[in-house]
């Protein structure tokens, strides 16, 4: 086990984010070959929002503001879900089947449970959701003539 040095690598979810950007390397690798599927953009997003969530994640612990370690934590949770729809692309795009990505889903799906805990832990607006909040922040703004959103 290597030192850890820095407090997010104490994180459960983090080592978890780890496991999942080896998983990945390793399935790069075996698609690496694949040719006309297009899948080289595909790759490229699961890549860097699989580093997006563990960067993210990192960041996030080191924020000593609780709604910025939210914030940060829940733009973490984002990117693993993006990582899970960019690995339903490749299995729609016939680059590999479905079995071969179900372990890479499985630990998606635990990263986003333990990062929106996290994100719950460390929102400081008490029975209010993020998507509650978000809701209520995008109703309250209105379109103005040039096509932009004006906050009122």
């Given at each position: 086990?290597?030192?850890?040095?820095?407090?997010?690598?104490?994180?459960?979810?983090?080592?978890?984010?780890?496991?999942?950007?080896?998983?990945?390397?390793?399935?790069?690798?075996?698609?690496?070959?694949?040719?006309?599927?297009?899948?080289?953009?595909?790759?490229?997003?699961?890549?860097?929002?699989?580093?997006?969530?563990?960067?993210?994640?990192?960041?996030?612990?080191?924020?000593?503001?609780?709604?910025?370690?939210?914030?940060?934590?829940?733009?973490?949770?984002?990117?693993?879900?993006?990582?899970?729809?960019?690995?339903?692309?490749?299995?729609?795009?016939?680059?590999?089947?479905?079995?071969?990505?179900?372990?890479?889903?499985?630990?998606?799906?635990?990263?986003?449970?333990?990062?929106t805990k996290l994100v719950d832990r460390f929102d400081d607006v008490p029975g209010v959701s993020r998507a509650a909040e978000s809701r209520t922040?995008?109703?309250?703004?209105?379109?103005?003539?040039?096509?932009?959103?004006?906050?009122?």
């Amino acid at each position: 086990m290597p030192i850890t040095l820095f407090d997010h690598e104490k994180l459960d979810v983090y080592q978890l984010e780890l496991s999942v950007i080896a998983w990945l390397t390793d399935l790069f690798e075996e698609l690496r070959d694949i040719k006309g599927a297009r899948l080289a953009e595909t790759l490229d997003q699961l890549d860097r929002a699989s580093l997006s969530t563990l960067l993210n994640t990192a960041e996030g612990n080191g924020k000593r503001v609780s709604q910025l370690r939210a914030r940060f934590f829940d733009d973490a949770r984002g990117s693993a879900t993006e990582c899970a729809a960019c690995l339903d692309a490749l299995v729609a795009k016939r680059a590999c089947l479905a079995k071969r990505v179900e372990e890479g889903k499985a630990r998606l799906a635990r990263i986003v449970s333990m990062l929106t805990k996290l994100v719950d832990r460390f929102d400081d607006v008490p029975g209010v959701s993020r998507a509650a909040e978000s809701r209520t922040s995008s109703s309250r703004r209105t379109r103005t003539k040039l096509g932009g959103y004006e906050h009122g």
